[in-house]
C-alpha cells in the first residue's frame, strides 16, 4: 500500500532538500543518442575523462540499460544501481562506482524507469541519493536511455543537452525524429549538436547546416554546432581496453576533438544568468515529476503552499 505523507510533511521535505540545492552548482550536460551505436557513451566517457583531468569533480549519471553501457565500458562491473538505494536496500555511497582518480557513475536507468510507480517513500530517497552524489560535484555529466523515453532528458530543461549526431542516412533520419519528439512533447527549443565519425570538418559542417536547416523551419528549434569526431581507429583501440581514448592515447585525432569538444561546453554562457543553481533547477524539476498525480494537482490549486520555485 502506497504509503501517505501529509501535505505539510511534504513541505518540511521540500525545505530540506531546498538547504541542499543550495548547495549545489555543479555544470549539468546531457548527452543523448536517437540508439546504441552512435556513439553518445563514448563521448560520455572521454567528456568526463577531461573534465576529471582538468581538476573538475565528475559525477557521471549512466540512464543506459544496454551493455555498452557507460559503467561497463569503463569495466567497472556494477552490482547495485539507484533503485537498490530508492528502495532503501544500500546507501547511494554503496551504489557509486569510482575508478582511479577518474569521475563517479552512479548507475541510474532502473531507478528512471520505476519513478512513475515508485512509493513516496522511495521517492524521497531516490532524491535524497541523487543529491547526496551530486551535491559539491563541478560538473554532472548524463548518459540519457536510447529509448526515446529518457526521463534525465525531458528534466533537462534549458540545461545543455549535446545530441549525438552521425553522418550515415538512418543516423541522420533517427536524429532528426529524436530532436521532433524533444521539441514537440518536451518543448525543447535548444540542442548542441556534436558530429560523429567523419572523415572531416568540411564533412560535419555540410551535415550540421542541412540538419539545423531543416529542424529551423519545421520545428522552430536552434541547434549549436559543438565540433566533429572523426573516423580514428585509436578510439576503436580505446573502446577494447575499456579506458577513455583521451587517456589511452591522448594525442590521437580524436582525443584532440574531445578536449575542444568539452572546452567548448564550458565556454557556453548560461542559459539563464538568474538561474546560479543549475543542479538545483533540475533536481527541482524531478521533484515536482516524482510527486503522486494526486498530490500535484492539489498543490497547483494551493497558491504556492509549500511550492517549489
Not at 67 to 72: K, L, Q, T, Y
Not at 101 to 118: C, E, F
Not at 288 to 304: C, D, E, K
Request: net charge neutral.
Amino acid at each position: 500500500m502506497p504509503t501517505k505523507t501529509s501535505h505539510f510533511g511534504f513541505g518540511d521535505q521540500a525545505a530540506g532538500l531546498r538547504k541542499l540545492l543550495a548547495r549545489g552548482n555543479a555544470q549539468v550536460i546531457t548527452v543523448l543518442g536517437a540508439r546504441d551505436g552512435l556513439g553518445a557513451t563514448s563521448i560520455v566517457t572521454n567528456l568526463a575523462a577531461v573534465f576529471a583531468h582538468g581538476g573538475k569533480d565528475v559525477l557521471v549519471l549512466d540512464e543506459n540499460l544496454s551493455h555498452d553501457n557507460v559503467a561497463n565500458t569503463l569495466a567497472l562491473r556494477p552490482r547495485y544501481d539507484l533503485l537498490h538505494a530508492a528502495r532503501g536496500d544500500k546507501t547511494w555511497q554503496e551504489v557509486l562506482l569510482q575508478g582511479v582518480a577518474g569521475p563517479g557513475v552512479l548507475p541510474v536507468a532502473r531507478a528512471m524507469q520505476s519513478l512513475p510507480k515508485m512509493q513516496e517513500d522511495e521517492r524521497e530517497r531516490l532524491l535524497e541519493a541523487l543529491l547526496g552524489a551530486a551535491v559539491g560535484r563541478d560538473v554532472v555529466l548524463v548518459d540519457a536511455a536510447r529509448d526515446g523515453h529518457s526521463v534525465c532528458a525531458s528534466l533537462s530543461g534549458d540545461e545543455p543537452l549535446l545530441l549525438v549526431l552521425n553522418a550515415t542516412a538512418s543516423g541522420i533520419t533517427e536524429s532528426y525524429a529524436l530532436l521532433k519528439k524533444m521539441a514537440v512533447h518536451n518543448g525543447r527549443q535548444a540542442f548542441d549538436i556534436v558530429v560523429n565519425r567523419v572523415g572531416s570538418e568540411r564533412e560535419a559542417l555540410a551535415v550540421f547546416d542541412n540538419m539545423d536547416k531543416v529542424a529551423r523551419h519545421h520545428l522552430q528549434v536552434s541547434l549549436s554546432y559543438l565540433g566533429y569526431i572523426p573516423v580514428d581507429e585509436k578510439l576503436h583501440r580505446a573502446t577494447q581496453l575499456c579506458r577513455p581514448v583521451v587517456e589511452a592515447f591522448p594525442s590521437a585525432a580524436s582525443s584532440m576533438a574531445m578536449r575542444e569538444i568539452a572546452q567548448g561546453l564550458l565556454r557556453a554562457p548560461a542559459v539563464n544568468e538568474h538561474v546560479q543553481d543549475r543542479l538545483g533547477s533540475v533536481m527541482q524539476r524531478l521533484m515536482r515529476m516524482s510527486q503522486p498525480r494526486a498530490l500535484r494537482g492539489v498543490r497547483s490549486h494551493a497558491g504556492g503552499m509549500a511550492a517549489l520555485t
